[in-house]
């Protein structure tokens, strides 16, 4: 048996990581605190749709255990993690599930945010593109998924949990130092994932950011007052 360090998670890829941890963090903060925080919290939601663009693309054109290829392997690759016949790097077949699974909630999220409101002072950036009916609908949806996402935030750090007490394996130090240490000899290094992968990457990100602001939106035109006739 051959141990070996070897480096597995990219230095984008723990970064969007851990900021998107916090980010999330103080989206709950000043969602419930509401009132004057509400500002930030679209501002802060934002925040997270730009990182989960970005990690969409980084899934796409990051370095090897970054990409969605190497990790969502489908059920037969689940079965056998279950029967403990599973030997591979970076996330394992459940933890692939977790990540597709958060990812598609926080979109989901962000995406009912954009066009939400709470009926006094706060609306999302694209509200005026949608009627007040679907406003309506997607300020509801967006207040009763949070406890879903809650949830997943919880299954997410049970596992962490479940990991590095029962295991003995830490997930946390990898995505801090980016090695880990691994009994496969043929295991290697990331690779992949350059300056223009990541200059694409920040564009996507930089670009949706921007259009789910709603500053390309034209500003309603002023009433213009009417002149009597007499």
């Not at 000043?30 to 919290?41: C, D, V």
């Not at 939400?116 to 300020?139: K, M, R, W």
């Not at 949070?146 to 935030?153: K, N, T, V, Y």
């Amino acid at each position: 048996m051959t141990i070996k360090t070897i480096h597995v998670w990219d230095l984008p890829t723990r970064l969007t990581h851990w900021l998107l941890f916090l980010l999330v963090t103080a989206a709950i903060v000043t969602g419930l605190t509401g009132g004057n925080s509400m500002e930030w919290h679209g501002r802060i939601g934002l925040g997270i749709l730009g990182l989960l663009t970005f990690r969409l693309l980084w899934g796409v054109l990051g370095s090897t255990y970054a990409r969605f290829n190497q990790f969502v392997r489908g059920s037969a690759a689940i079965r056998a993690y279950l029967r403990g016949e599973w030997h591979g790097v970076g996330h394992n077949p459940l933890g692939a599930l977790s990540v597709l699974a958060l990812l598609g909630a926080l979109l989901l999220q962000t995406a009912s945010g954009l066009v939400a409101n709470d009926d006094i002072a706060f609306s999302g950036p694209l509200y005026p593109l949608v009627s007040s009916a679907i406003s309506g609908q997607a300020s509801e949806f967006h207040r009763e998924f949070f406890w879903f996402i809650s949830g997943l935030i919880g299954l997410h750090l049970g596992a962490v949990l479940f990991y590095t007490l029962v295991r003995g394996k830490s997930l946390i130090r990898p995505l801090l130092t980016g090695s880990t240490t691994v009994n496969d000899s043929a295991a290697q290094s990331a690779s992949g994932g350059g300056w223009l992968a990541l200059s694409v990457a920040i564009a996507g990100a930089v670009l949706v950011v921007w259009l789910a602001n709603g500053d390309w939106l034209m500003a309603a035109p002023a009433p213009v007052n009417a002149v009597p006739s007499w």
